[in-house]
Nanobody, 123 residues
C-alpha cells in the first residue's frame, strides 16, 4: 500500500515558479512516481514521471525544459519544480504511484493517487 499527499499548489503569475511536493508512505522503493494534471473540461494528462530506484525521468513535451521531477529518498517525497509557468499550465495536479516503469504516460498504469493540488497561473 502507498499513500500520497500533495502540497505546494497556489496562484502564480505567468513566468513564475512553484514547487509541488508529494509525500509518500508505504513501500515506495519499488515504484514509479508520476505527476498528472487535469484542467476543467479536459482529460487527465501526463506531466512527468520518475523511477524511484534509479531516478530515471520522463516528461511530456509540453513541460520539457520547464518542469523538473525529482525525489528525496530520505524524506519519501517526490517534487515537481515548475518554472516559466504559463496560463495553460492551470490545472489540478495529481501525484501517482505505479508498480512498474512501463507505459508511464498512461494514467491506468498507476495504482495509487493523491487528492490533488490546484495550480492557477494568471496572465
Amino acid at each position: 500500500q502507498v499513500q500520497l499527499v500533495e502540497s505546494g499548489g497556489g496562484l502564480v503569475q505567468a513566468g513564475g515558479s512553484l514547487r509541488l511536493s508529494c509525500a509518500a508512505s508505504g513501500r515506495t522503493f519499488s515504484y514509479c512516481m508520476g505527476w498528472f494534471r487535469q484542467a476543467p473540461g479536459k482529460e487527465r494528462e501526463f506531466v512527468a514521471a520518475i523511477r524511484w530506484s534509479s531516478t530515471s525521468t520522463y516528461y511530456a513535451d509540453s513541460v520539457k525544459g520547464r518542469f523538473t521531477i525529482s525525489r528525496d529518498a530520505a524524506k519519501n517525497t517526490v517534487y515537481l519544480q515548475m518554472n516559466s509557468l504559463k496560463p495553460e499550465d492551470t490545472a489540478v495536479y495529481y501525484c501517482a504511484a505505479a508498480s512498474v516503469w512501463s507505459s508511464v504516460v498512461t494514467s491506468t498504469s498507476y495504482h495509487y493517487w493523491g487528492q490533488g493540488t490546484q495550480v492557477t497561473v494568471s496572465s
